[in-house]
C-alpha cells in the first residue's frame, strides 16, 4: 500500500527506533505513517527458519535490565526463555561455571571456585558490579571516560579475570575485543545484567518488532518502499511525494546519512554468526561459552536451551560467534573444543555476517544527541544514543516527544494582542 500524499507524520524506518517514535505518536492521537524499505518491521531484529530451526541474524537477545524492555513491552507476550547470568570459562583447558549466585543459589562454591586471581579480584568484580548496577545512572554519566579496559584495570578485576572472563564476555556484547569501548557505556551495559535477565522469545527477536508494529493502526504500516528523499515537509518514494507536518528518520547510519548529508556515526561494528546443530545440548544448564585465548571464536552458546522454540525436534541449535568474517571451517574445531563434542557432531546449518551489526561507543560517549534537526525533520535510532536495543527505543520516545512538541506549537491557536 502506497503513502497518501497527504499525512500529519512520516517515520522513515522500522526499526525499534522508529517503532517506538510511531507508537507513541499514534497513542498520542496522531496521524503517524511508518515506511520501510524491508518486508518485515524491525530492523536489524531479524529472524528466518531454516530447516525448521529460527535463526536470528547474529546472535541477539533481549536484556530486560534495559529500561525500556520491560516499560515498552508486553513480555509475557514475547514467552521469553532465559539464560542464566553468566558464563563458562575455560582456564588450563578445564571448563568452570561462573553463574551470578542471586538468581542460582546453588552455584556460588562453584563459582567462588572459578581461578579468576583469587578472593580478592572476585570482591573487587563484585564491587565493580554494584557500582555499576545501583549507582545513580546521572553519576555513572559524570565519572572520568577512559577506555573500557583502562576501566576494568583500575576497578582492579586483575589480569586473569580481565582475560579469561571479561575480555571475551564483553567482546561478544560490544563487538570489539579490544575495549576501547567508552568507560561510561561499559557501566550502563554492565548496568543491565546485574539488573535484568537475558533471554529469548519464542518466535525470534524478529517478534519484538512485530510486537511493537502491531499497535499502529491498520493501513499505516508500508513494508517494501524505499525512501528516495526526505525533507522537513515531504518523503519521496519510487511511488510519490507525501507532504507531512513532520518527517522523522529512524534508519541505520548509513541510510540516515544517505538521507540527511552531515549525520555520521562510528564505525560500524561487525559480527559472524555460524549456525550449527547437536544431536543434544552438551551442557545441563543455558549459559554462554566463552572462547579462549588467542583462538578467533568470541562466544558460543546452544540457544535451545535457553528457547526451546528455535529448535523444531529437540535438537540442540549452536549459535557461534566472531568478529571478523569467518567461514565456518575456520573455526569448527573451536567450536567442537568449547563444547566438549566431536568436531563430526556438528552439523553446520548456515552462517550470517552482519557487517553494519552497531555503531562503535568510543570515547568521548555520544549519548543523547540532538534528534530535531528543525524546520519539520527528525532523525532518531541508536547511533543518537547508545549502540543497544536500549538506546535504540530510548532515542524514538525523545524523538517523539520532540515531534509532539513541534506539532503542539502548530496546534495552537495565534493570538493576537488587544488594542488599548
Not at 62 to 74: E, I, K, Q
Not at 167 to 191: H, I, K, N
Amino acid at each position: 500500500m502506497s503513502l497518501p500524499p497527504r499525512v500529519e507524520v512520516v517515520v522513515v524506518g522500522a526499526g525499534l527506533a522508529g517503532l517506538s517514535a510511531a507508537t507513541r505518536l499514534a497513542a498520542a492521537g496522531r496521524d503517524v505513517h511508518l515506511v520501510d524499505a524491508a518486508d518485515h518491521p524491525g530492523g536489524r531484529l531479524t529472524t528466518s527458519r531454516v530447516d525448521g530451526f529460527l535463526v536470528d541474524r547474529g546472535f541477539q537477545v533481549l536484556n530486560t535490565g534495559y529500561p525500556r524492555v520491560p516499560a515498552d513491552l508486553d513480555l509475557p507476550a514475547l514467552d521469553l526463555g532465559w539464560f542464566w547470568t553468566g558464563a563458562v570459562v575455560r582456564v588450563d583447558g578445564r571448563a568452570h561455571r561462573f553463574v551470578d549466585p542471586r538468581q542460582h543459589p546453588a552455584t556460588l562454591p562453584g563459582t567462588l571456585a572459578t581461578p579468576l586471581g583469587g578472593p580478592h579480584r572476585l570482591a573487587a568484580l563484585g564491587a565493580f558490579s554494584a557500582r555499576a548496577g545501583y549507582a545513580p545512572v546521572d553519576r555513572l554519566l559524570r565519572a572520568e571516560e577512559r577506555s573500557a579496559e583502562e576501566h576494568l584495570r583500575s576497578a582492579g578485576v586483575g589480569k586473569r579475570a580481565l582475560q579469561t572472563f571479561l575480555r571475551p564476555f564483553l567482546a561478544g556484547v560490544l563487538l570489539e575485543d579490544r575495549l576501547a569501548t567508552s568507560s561510561r557505556y561499559l557501566d550502563l551495559v554492565w548496568r543491565s545484567f546485574v539488573r535484568g535477565r537475558v533471554g529469548l522469545p519464542a518466535a525470534g527477536m524478529q517478534s519484538v518488532g512485530e510486537q511493537l508494529a502491531g499497535r499502529l493502526p491498520a493501513g499505516t504500516v508500508h513494508l517494501g518502499t524505499r525512501v528516495t528523499a526526505v525533507d522537513g515537509g515531504s518523503v519521496t518514494t519510487a511511488t510519490g511525494r507525501t507532504t507531512a507536518d513532520a518527517v522523522v528518520v529512524a534508519t541505520d547510519p548509513d541510510t540516515a546519512g544517505a538521507l540527511l548529508p552531515g549525520i555520521q556515526a562510528s564505525a560500524p561494528r561487525q559480527v559472524t554468526t555460524h549456525l550449527h546443530v547437536l544431536p543434544a545440548s552438551p551442557w545441563p544448564s543455558p549459559l554462554i561459552v566463552l572462547g579462549g585465548p588467542g583462538g578467533r571464536l568470541v562466544n558460543t552458546v546452544v540457544v535451545s536451551d535457553a528457547q526451546p522454540a528455535y529448535s523444531p525436534d529437540g535438537r540442540a541449535l549452536v549459535a557461534s560467534s566472531t568478529l571478523a568474517p569467518t567461514r565456518e571451517s575456520d573455526v569448527r574445531a573451536e567450536i567442537a573444543r568449547a563444547h566438549d563434542v566431536v568436531g563430526a557432531d556438528l552439523e553446520h546449518l548456515t552462517s550470517v555476517t552482519v557487517p553494519g551489526a552497531q555503531p562503535a561507543a568510543l570515547p568521548p560517549l555520544q549519548h543523547r544527541q540532538p534528534v530535531d534537526l528543525g524546520g519539520g525533520l527528525f532523525v532518531c535510532g541508536d547511533h543518537r544514543d547508545t549502540p543497544s536495543i536500549q538506546g535504540a527505543m530510548a532515542s524514538g520516545a525523545r524523538t517523539s516527544r520532540a515531534v509532539l512538541r513541534r506539532l503542539s506549537r502548530s496546534d495552537a491557536p495565534a493570538t493576537h494582542a488587544r488594542p488599548a
